[in-house]
């Protein structure tokens, strides 16, 4: 009986809960009306103009790079990625590019979006102020198809810093790391190898054999972990220290800039050319 | 892979409009770098006149100080070389790891401070040259 | 990768170098702007002017001393650019030795119009 009537009285008296949604859902409806007043396309959802980079060298028409024009429905929360997938199921299947996870973790869709290397999935239309929105593959890359670049450099420059722990395991033991130095290296962990920026270095794009910011960030993580010997970190300054690693860097800040995740690239490259120079002098 | 479509370099100056700060004072830093080596090739080749005489060497550098053209160019180099200095302390606090936050203000720093040292400069270096 | 390890590291020198010859120039630029420009006008130019301040130990000194550090912070610089753009190979061997004499010669005549400028030589 009690709850009966408890449940009348709510029906009648919305909670704060529910008055809050409502009126959230109301500012949400004239924030929606005015961007469909923006982007007016006579019918009810906004829409959003895509240039898209089209090259197959299979096919005649398209072994000449060109771009395609896609009009896709753009509601809120539309990601550059949503708007792909939709102009691919829609309208062209054979629009190719490369996605997976959709949040920002699997690194497969760095693309060159409005003159920026971005994540597809983590760029919202609304976010972009251009219009149309440009959307290209990753720059200085190969481009194999459409929005897929040949990433095989990147990765041979990953594996060059050797990317992975080299710390002796005690038996039967955890491998405590100490929380200041999990703190230092936090950042650097955060690397979803997406390319983009690598993509974004003027100086990878000359210099074919720099290791580039993504690799270096690597080493940084691993040459900074303190469960790591002494000789271990000699090495990997060593494949740092040479001609074509850290002293490359220029600082032009470009992949701090571009990195979807964050991290502060170019001050660990910077603190690995200060650790390189402080492990010359130190022989002095 | 049987063929792929390598599009160069044509992002890098045709985009220039979209370059970051720290772009700009790279190349800013370059080209400044490229006048001040060439200047310090052309300096050392002017005065080598005094080889020759301090009769040549002042007549030399007389003669050249009276164009006007010289002049301006003088103030240009002035500019060249501030900038220089300024962006390479931006640069020098970077490779000790400070301030790299603020890297894009302390670029338009050295811009500014480098046309307010050029500005002031134009009555010191183009007096007696009309 | 090589596994030599070398503790004489070139390139890490070579970084180095520029960071240590750029604050020494940022100085001594701003000085010699200041000397033969608002201290001394440029127009004004002597040899008998040049020849007083370069008869002083400390400014010959220190000017031997800008033109090397300079020297060496310029062509190294052209130097960076040029492999930053991806030279290499022979090419790379090349253009250092060009530019290593060309700054050796540079440093030379240097030297040489400075000891003119004193009028000593």
Redesign the interface.
């Known amino acids: 009986m009690s709850t009966q009537l408890q449940r009348t009285e709510t029906e009648g008296d919305e909670s704060p809960q529910e008055q809050r949604l409502e009126r959230k859902s109301l500012a949400e409806g004239e924030r929606e009306a005015q961007r469909t007043e923006e982007e007016s396309t006579g019918d009810e959802t906004p829409h959003v103009h895509l240039k898209v980079f089209r090259y197959d060298p299979e096919v005649e028409a398209k072994r000449e790079p060109r771009f395609d024009d896609f009009r896709v429905p753009a509601p809120q929360g539309t990601t550059v990625l949503d708007a792909l997938m939709y102009a691919r199921d829609e309208f062209d299947s054979t629009l190719t590019f490369r996605h997976s996870c959709r949040q920002a973790v699997c690194g497969s869709d760095a693309l060159f979006i409005n003159g920026s290397q971005r994540l597809g999935c983590q760029t919202q239309i609304q976010d972009l102020d251009q219009r149309p929105v440009r959307v290209e593959p990753l720059p200085h890359q190969e481009v194999e198809k459409d929005l897929v670049v040949d990433m095989e450099h990147f990765y041979d420059q990953m594996e060059a810093v050797e990317p992975y722990f080299q710390g002796e395991t005690p038996d039967e033991e955890e491998q405590l790391q100490s929380r200041e130095n999990r703190e230092k290296v936090k950042m650097s962990t955060r690397c979803i190898w997406c390319g983009a920026c690598q993509s974004s270095c003027n100086i990878a794009a000359g210099d074919n054999e720099y290791l580039g910011p993504a690799a270096i960030n690597k080493a940084y993580r691993f040459a900074m972990d303190e469960r790591e010997d002494d000789d271990i970190k000699k090495h990997r300054m060593n494949i740092l220290e040479q001609e074509h690693g850290v002293w490359r860097c220029q600082t032009q800040f470009s992949c701090t800039e571009v990195c979807p995740k964050d991290i502060p690239l170019t001050e660990h490259i910077q603190e690995m050319k200060r650790e390189a120079v402080k492990d010359n002098l130190k022989f002095w | 892979?049987?063929?792929?479509?390598?599009?160069g370099?044509i992002?890098?100056f045709g985009?220039w409009?979209?370059f970051?700060?720290?772009?700009w004072?790279?190349i800013f830093h370059?080209f400044t770098?490229?006048v001040?080596?060439g200047y310090?090739?052309t300096h050392?080749?002017v005065?080598?006149t005094?080889?020759s005489g301090?009769?040549l060497?002042?007549t030399t550098?007389?003669s050249l100080?009276?164009l006007l053209l010289v002049r301006v160019l003088?103030v240009g180099l002035?500019a060249v070389?501030t900038f220089h200095?300024m962006n390479?302390?931006r640069?020098?606090f970077?490779?000790?790891?400070v301030g790299?936050e603020s890297?894009?203000k302390s670029f338009y720093a050295s811009l500014v401070l480098t046309g307010a040292i050029a500005v002031a400069?134009v009555p010191?270096?183009l007096?007696?040259?009309f | 990768m090589a596994e030599r390890y070398s503790s004489f590291d070139r390139r890490g020198w070579a970084w180095f170098l520029q960071r240590l010859t750029a604050a020494f120039l940022v100085i001594v630029l701003a000085f010699h702007f200041m000397l033969l420009h608002f201290v001394n006008h440029a127009y004004e130019i002597t040899f008998l002017g040049s020849q007083a301040r370069m008869s002083q130990v400390g400014y010959f000194i220190t000017m031997v001393l800008f033109l090397v550090t300079a020297t060496f912070h310029g062509v190294n610089g052209v130097f960076n650019a040029l492999v930053n753009q991806g030279l290499k190979g022979t090419q790379k061997k090349v253009v250092l030795g060009v530019l290593a004499i060309a700054g050796l010669g540079l440093v030379i005549q240097g030297i040489r119009l400075a000891l003119a400028m004193t009028g000593l030589v």
């Open positions: 892979m049987s063929q792929s479509h390598n599009r370099l992002e890098d985009r409009r979209e970051a700060p720290g772009m004072a790279w370059k770098g490229w001040l080596i310090l090739f050392v080749a005065l080598s005094a080889i301090p009769q060497y002042t550098l007389r100080e009276s003088e002035l070389a200095i390479g302390i640069l020098l970077i490779d000790l790891g790299l890297q894009d400069s010191t270096f007096s007696g040259a």
